[in-house]
């Protein structure tokens, strides 16, 4: 069974930094590269970083220099560093497979983890 569970969101001032964490099943994991999607309120699911299985990484433009995406293939876990949060960054975010072209599978959402950024 496939399975994502994300963990490590809260609530961070302006600036501040969260790690967040994702543990996927492993028959997803050693095959396919591995995203952090976030949604805020009233937006549609974006892809915010990705890695492959073979550790390349790619980001959107608006988290660049300040999330960092990393995998450790030996706990089947994918985790999102976040520096210099800012209030637009608040979002629930979610993990899922990075298929290329076909994107996230749309019926494994986990349950996200809540990043709210405010002072």
Not at 1 to 21: A, I, K, N, T, Y
Not at 39 to 48: D, F, I, K, M
Not at 72 to 101: F, G
Request: glycine share 10%; proline share 5%.
């Amino acid at each position: 069974q496939v399975q994502f569970v994300e963990s490590g969101g809260g609530l961070v001032q302006p600036g501040g930094s969260l790690r967040l964490s994702c543990a996927a099943s492993r028959s997803i994991f050693s095959i396919y590269a591995m995203g952090w999607y976030r949604q805020a309120p009233g937006q549609q699911r974006e892809l915010v970083a990705s890695i492959t299985s073979g550790g390349s990484t790619d980001y959107v433009d608006s988290v660049k220099g300040r999330f960092t995406i990393s995998r450790d293939n030996a706990k089947n876990t994918v985790y999102l560093e976040m520096n210099s949060l800012k209030p637009e960054d608040t979002a629930v975010y979610y993990c899922n497979a990075n298929r290329k072209p076909l994107g996230p599978f749309p019926t494994y959402w986990g349950q996200g983890t809540q990043v709210t950024v405010s002072s």
